[in-house]
């Protein structure tokens, strides 16, 4: 568990999941791929290092090290895509964002259901036990659910993709009031694009945990990584990432 998940248990109502900014790959697992593969190109660069302010706020924070190429902890367990017609990665993905296949040999059945069961499921239930915790202490609780893509990637999107990608499954994970607080933070700044429930309206954790009704909410964001990164070479932008931080702190204090 230590080496697979990095968890800060805090007191606010809030919880940061952070799904895709992790970069291992078990051994025995990278036997089985390709070499360019064994770096996580596609992975959600310096999410983790984004949305560090939480220990700051007092917001617990969940964060796999495990590669979305081992197993995507932002997919159903059953693999049913997320959005039907268009194209997706699957739980154990077999190809990158550019369609190159990851694996010269590709899991079976039952190594998948392993993986499910040795890091997807425990991720999962951090996620459920912590939620039900912060509604008892504070009588509602709020997912985000963080992450980064490329302004770029042809395969999901056409031309570039907006600065800031809301998602919360078409109204479905969050109520309206919450997710106004959100995008009132937006509206009030002119140097980031931002769209709400468009090409990412929110992946598994999104609609699996969002629950207005019972009073959790969850909302996914989705960062173009050209705002906070040299897309390039993958290096940190400090400049950059210190005034988008500077607006995700906002965003996410206005949420409570």
């Not at 499910?116 to 991720?123: D, K, R, V």
């Not at 609609?207 to 990164?229: C, K, T, V």
């Not at 932008?237 to 906002?250: H, P």
Request: aromatic residues 10%; contains cysteine.
């Amino acid at each position: 568990m230590q080496k697979d998940y990095l968890f800060h248990h805090r007191n606010s109502p809030i919880l940061f999941s952070i799904p895709h900014d992790g970069n291992v790959i078990p051994d025995d697992i990278a036997d089985k791929m390709h070499e360019f593969a064994l770096n996580s190109p596609d992975r959600d660069f310096f999410v983790a290092q984004l949305f560090s302010f939480a220990k700051d706020f007092d917001i617990s924070l969940l964060k796999t090290n495990i590669s979305r190429y081992v197993i995507d902890m932002n997919r159903p367990a059953d693999n049913k895509p997320l959005y039907p017609g268009q194209s997706g990665t699957e739980l154990c993905p077999t190809t990158s964002f550019e369609e190159e296949e990851l694996y010269k040999s590709k899991p079976h059945q039952a190594e998948i259901q392993r993986r499910i069961e040795q890091y997807w499921q425990p991720y999962h239930q951090i996620i459920k036990d912590k939620l039900e915790t912060i509604k008892q202490q504070h009588g509602f609780a709020i997912l985000v659910d963080c992450h980064s893509i490329k302004s770029q990637v042809s395969r999901f999107f056409e031309g570039q993709l907006p600065d800031i990608n809301i998602g919360t499954n078409s109204g479905k994970s969050c109520s309206q009031a919450i997710s106004d607080k959100f995008e009132a933070v937006l509206k009030a700044q002119s140097r980031y694009s931002y769209v709400f429930n468009e090409r990412f309206k929110g992946g598994y954790i999104t609609r699996q945990y969002g629950n207005p009704e019972e009073n959790i909410h969850a909302i996914q964001i989705e960062l173009s990584q050209i705002n906070y990164m040299d897309e390039n070479s993958n290096r940190y932008d400090v400049n950059k990432a210190e005034q988008l931080k500077t607006l995700l702190i906002r965003a996410v204090n206005a949420l409570c």
